[in-house]
């Protein structure tokens, strides 16, 4: 996971894995802070969409079910960057592959929070995205010692 080659891809999972928790942490801190965001919050729970299996949740509901959805997909992905960075059997070209995979993620998240205007995201893809695309550049495309588990 730390050797040459394959650092960055596990300095880049680490960020992601900061990021899931301040996104958590963001919402699990959702208050209001006036009378007129009350007024909303009040009307996002107080509206029910009817849904299939006799479910009929919030609007409250289905925001906060979509942004802890994308904590979990976002520990996922770090978790699982860090796994195959630290195995010895997944060979370098392989990691760089999927190096790539997550640039392109990151870089598609990072336009959804420039697209809405909303700061945290945009920002900490930016981050992110740097960190991936370094990943991929100081990588090698062949098997080298540079991204083997055993350099």
């Not at 760089?96 to 700061?119: E, Q, S």
Request: glycine share 6%.
């Amino acid at each position: 996971m730390w050797k040459p080659g394959r650092r960055m891809f596990s300095v880049s999972c680490i960020l992601i894995l900061l990021a899931a928790a301040a996104h958590n942490t963001g919402f699990l801190m959702l208050r209001a802070t006036g009378p007129e965001d009350q007024k909303v919050i009040d009307a996002m729970k107080g509206f029910h969409n009817q849904m299939a299996m006799g479910m009929s949740p919030s609007f409250f509901d289905i925001l906060l079910a979509v942004a802890f959805t994308m904590t979990v997909l976002m520990v996922a992905l770090g978790v699982t960057g860090l796994f195959l960075a630290s195995s010895p059997e997944i060979p370098a070209s392989l990691l760089r592959k999927i190096a790539w995979l997550y640039v392109v993620w990151m870089a598609a998240f990072t336009a959804v929070g420039y697209h809405y205007r909303v700061p945290p995201p945009f920002i900490s893809g930016i981050v992110i995205e740097i960190a991936l695309i370094a990943a991929v550049v100081t990588a090698r495309e062949d098997n080298s010692a540079a991204m083997s588990a055993g350099a």
